[in-house]
Every structure is written in structure tokens, then in C-alpha cells.
């Protein structure tokens, strides 16, 4: 398994910034799509980022723009820049490893690390 260790939520202000970060226990080239996604009470998790092993990019609608997903390699870790916040953006967020290995996929999650955005 994949450890997922995520940091950098609080509380901002609407307007204001955060980032977010994910350290994985393993070689991040090693997984084939990492990501960030959120979940608000009472509302199903959602994919916010995504970054593939080749470095392909996903964002959802509600962030373009806003948000950028990035990686250390070096460090084995991705962060989320998120500009602009909104309280809408309020949410648990959640780093996520999916990968493949012979036979078998696997998906790991952080802990989570809540943002708050007031208005």
C-alpha cells in the first residue's frame, strides 16, 4: 500500500489562497494517477486534480482556472495551489493514489485535510 500524507488546509477567506500538499511513501512515478478530490457534508466525494504518471493533466470545471495541480519528484510529493477560493470550495479534501500492479489495481487516500473558506 501506498501512504498518503496530506497538509495544508485551514481557513481563508473568499478571494484568498491555500496549498495543499501530499507526500507518498513511494516513488510517485510509480502510480499511475495521482490526485486531489473533496468532499463537502452532505455531498458525494468529487475529483477536484488529477496528474497522471506522464504528466497528463484534469481539472474539474468548477476549479480551471483556478486551481493548479503540480509534483516533486524528487520529494514523491503533489501539492494544489488554490487561488481565488471560494465557500463553495469548503470541503474535506482528500489526496488519492490509483495504480496497477500485476493483476490487481489499488487505490490509497490520505487522511484528509479540511478548508474552510468564509465568506
Known amino acids: 500500500q501506498v501512504q498518503l500524507v496530506e497538509s495544508g488546509g485551514g481557513l481563508v477567506q473568499a478571494g484568498g489562497s491555500l496549498r495543499l500538499s501530499c507526500a507518498a511513501s513511494?516513488?510517485?512515478?510509480?502510480?499511475?494517477?495521482m490526485g486531489w478530490y473533496r468532499q463537502a457534508p452532505g455531498k458525494q466525494r468529487e475529483m477536484v486534480a488529477t496528474?497522471?504518471?506522464?504528466?497528463?493533466?484534469n481539472y474539474a470545471d468548477s476549479v480551471k482556472g483556478r486551481f493548479t495541480i503540480s509534483r516533486d519528484i524528487a520529494k514523491n510529493t503533489i501539492y494544489l495551489q488554490m487561488n481565488n477560493l471560494r465557500p463553495e470550495d469548503t470541503a474535506v479534501y482528500y489526496c488519492n493514489a490509483f495504480y496497477y500492479r500485476p493483476a490487481r489495481e489499488y487505490t490509497n487516500w490520505g487522511q484528509g485535510t479540511q478548508v474552510t473558506v468564509s465568506s
Open positions: 496528474i497522471t504518471s506522464a504528466g497528463t493533466i
Open positions: 513511494t516513488n510517485i512515478l510509480s502510480i499511475n494517477v
